[in-house]
C-alpha cells in the first residue's frame, strides 16, 4: 500500500536543529513533486518546502528561506528537512506530501510532531 512515514520530531531549544525524514513505500517517488507543509492547531497548513521530481528545483517559504533545506534521496524513496536555527514560530506539525503532477494524485503522512522551546 502506498505510505508516507515522517519521523525525526522533538524538542528542541531556540537555535538548535533538527533533520525530519519521510519514507515513501507503494510508490516510485521520484515520479512526484515532494514536499513539506506544517500547521498549528487552528490555522492553516502552511507549505514550508517542495522539491522537484529529481531534485533540481527547489522552494521555500519566505519565513524559513535560509535556514531550512529540502532534499530527496530517490533511490532509498526518501526525503530530508534540515532545519537549522530553529525559532518558537517554527513548533507546528510537520507533515509530507506527494504529488503526481499529471494525474493529481496526493498522498500525506501522519506528520511529526516538532517543539521549540527553551
Known amino acids: 500500500q502506498v505510505q508516507l512515514v515522517e519521523s525525526g520530531g522533538g524538542l528542541v531549544q531556540p537555535g538548535g536543529s533538527l533533520r525530519l525524514s519521510c519514507k515513501a513505500s507503494?510508490?516510485?517517488?521520484?515520479?512526484?513533486?515532494m514536499r513539506w507543509y506544517r500547521q498549528v492547531p487552528g490555522k492553516e497548513r502552511e507549505l514550508v518546502a517542495a522539491?522537484?521530481?529529481?531534485?533540481?528545483?527547489?522552494n521555500y517559504a519566505d519565513s524559513v528561506k535560509g535556514r531550512f533545506t529540502i532534499s530527496r534521496d530517490n533511490a532509498k524513496n526518501t526525503i530530508h528537512l534540515q532545519m537549522n536555527s530553529l525559532k518558537p514560530e517554527d513548533t507546528a506539525v510537520y507533515s509530507c506530501?506527494?504529488?503526481?503532477?499529471?494525474?493529481?494524485?496526493?498522498?500525506w503522512g501522519q506528520g511529526t510532531q516538532v517543539t521549540i522551546s527553551s
Open positions: 506530501n506527494a504529488f503526481h503532477p499529471h494525474s493529481g494524485h496526493k498522498y
Open positions: 507503494g510508490f516510485t517517488c521520484s515520479n512526484y513533486i
Open positions: 522539491i522537484s521530481e529529481y531534485g533540481s528545483v527547489t
